[in-house]
């Protein structure tokens, strides 16, 4: 859904006095609410408490430029990855532009400042946002509706259609624990077995510790969904013959006592190794009520199981790391590594572009 422009905050950061008020001014008179900061740090500490929907921003300002306002909000607002950038720079020099973008700036204006200009890239970029904003929350309708009825009597038609968009691997299972529905991507990954073994009767894995927690996580799963109720279990397949590993995600689907055996009762999600890469913060954010510092941690103990490698990586003491982790374990309800990782990358569902 498009935003009406009083619903839209733009801030505006800019030394000169003057053009500063007539910025605020030219946006209040076409419905947008504003913020106003005279330097970089002041607009460090608006940021630290606001979330704006897009920044107008001086590049040469004393103190904090627009370049390290820029690098902060990026680095440490994370949330506001999507959110407009646009510099404002009293010079037309290609190299400057250049810069910026390389740095993630998303548009510039040239000063003197054209205001007809700039409120059209203004609704442009919001635009822009809210384009893809809609666009997600429309494939993630798109699975929701596709996941409502993994339970019910059919998995076909336009349920089996979205969940070939899934990049994940996607199992149904019925009481049995015989396959009734393998996604595309579960396809792909049951053609080359390394890590797991999609027969018509059962799943498997080739790797004899690995499979003996796959089949107990399996029979977990069943007997919650054969008992009503819903469970979340993380399994890491491991190849035998060497450190690779997918992690998978176990989910019982809180069948009704009398459903048929035939019908589905547990889904598996997959993430084949040559597509797994680091999930988005901003993502795990939204998906498990994150802290950006816990979106960081979270992310990096999906991309490498061991916590030393993880304190390493982000320069922290492996006892932040344990922190951290206890309160990812409360926000995403497990209780393992392992389910958390496997939470973390299988969660957001991830689609595939056609």
Not at 241 to 270: G, K, M, N, W
Not at 279 to 300: H, I, K, N, S, W
Request: with cysteine.
């Amino acid at each position: 859904m498009m935003r009406a422009a009083s619903s839209a905050l733009i801030l505006v950061i800019e030394d000169e006095e003057a053009l500063r008020c007539d910025l605020i001014e030219e946006l209040q008179e076409a419905g947008y609410r504003t913020l106003a900061a005279r330097d970089g740090q002041v607009a460090l500490d608006l940021l630290a408490s606001t979330a704006p929907d897009l920044l107008l921003c001086d590049i040469s300002m004393p103190g904090l430029d627009g370049y390290q306002v820029l690098r902060w909000m990026r680095n440490e607002r994370p949330e506001l990855s999507a959110t407009p950038f646009v510099f404002l720079t009293a010079l037309s020099d290609p190299r400057e532009v250049i810069d910026g973008k390389r740095q993630g700036a998303d548009d510039y204006l040239v000063k003197p400042i054209d205001y007809d200009l700039m409120l059209a890239t203004v609704a442009a970029r919001l635009r822009q946002v809210d384009r893809m904003r809609s666009r997600h929350e429309g494939e993630m309708e798109t699975l929701r509706q596709a996941l409502t009825g993994l339970s019910g009597d059919d998995v076909s038609g336009g349920a089996e259609a979205a969940l070939d968009l899934i990049s994940l691997g996607v199992v149904l299972l019925d009481g049995r624990g015989k396959p009734v529905h393998i996604n595309r991507a579960a396809h792909k990954m049951g053609t080359d077995p390394d890590f797991i073994q999609t027969g018509p009767d059962a799943l498997s894995s080739p790797d004899p510790l690995s499979d003996r927690e796959l089949q107990r996580a399996l029979r977990e799963a069943l007997n919650t969904a054969k008992a009503g109720n819903e469970t979340v279990v993380g399994v890491m397949l491991h190849r035998p013959q060497d450190a690779r590993y997918i992690p998978v995600l176990i989910c019982s689907l809180a069948v009704e006592r009398d459903t048929p055996p035939d019908q589905s009762h547990v889904a598996l999600f997959l993430s084949a190794p040559d597509r797994r890469k680091r999930v988005p913060g901003t993502l795990l954010m939204d998906l498990f009520g994150l802290t950006p510092t816990e979106a960081r941690v979270a992310g990096a103990l999906a991309h490498s199981t061991r916590a030393a490698d993880v304190a390493a990586e982000l320069g922290v003491s492996q006892t932040t790391i344990s922190f951290h982790m206890r309160n990812l374990f409360q926000k995403t309800g497990t209780n393992r590594q392992a389910d958390l990782i496997a939470l973390i990358l299988a969660g957001p569902m991830m689609i595939q572009s056609e």
